[in-house]
């Protein structure tokens, strides 16, 4: 599916995956950067959101490291569990 980049770089998100995905006009979607491109995410649902930032806090302060070092290193690894995952 191709997306167009308008002057100040924003997507339309297509309706059919707005509607699978429950995204409405104001959510926030997350823009990850990986190895393979940028993978926009659908809302995170609370509980998901919570977890993840306790692991992130919890990782920065072990390793002494910043927060957003952290979360960088736990999507990471999150990314190469799914690549493993799915065989990729």
């Known amino acids: 599916m191709f997306l167009t ?3 100040k770089g924003q997507v339309v998100i297509p309706k059919e995956v707005r509607d699978k995905f429950h995204i409405v006009p104001g959510d926030k979607v997350l823009a990850e950067d990986t190895e393979e ?3 926009i995410r659908p809302p995170v649902q609370a509980q998901g959101l919570v977890r993840l930032l306790e692991e992130t806090a919890r990782r920065a302060k072990v390793r002494k490291i910043k927060p957003h070092e952290a979360y960088e290193e736990q999507m990471e690894h999150r990314n190469r569990k799914r690549r493993l995952a799915a065989g990729v």
């Open 37 to 39: 491109g940028v993978i």
């Open 5 to 7: 980049v308008g002057p």
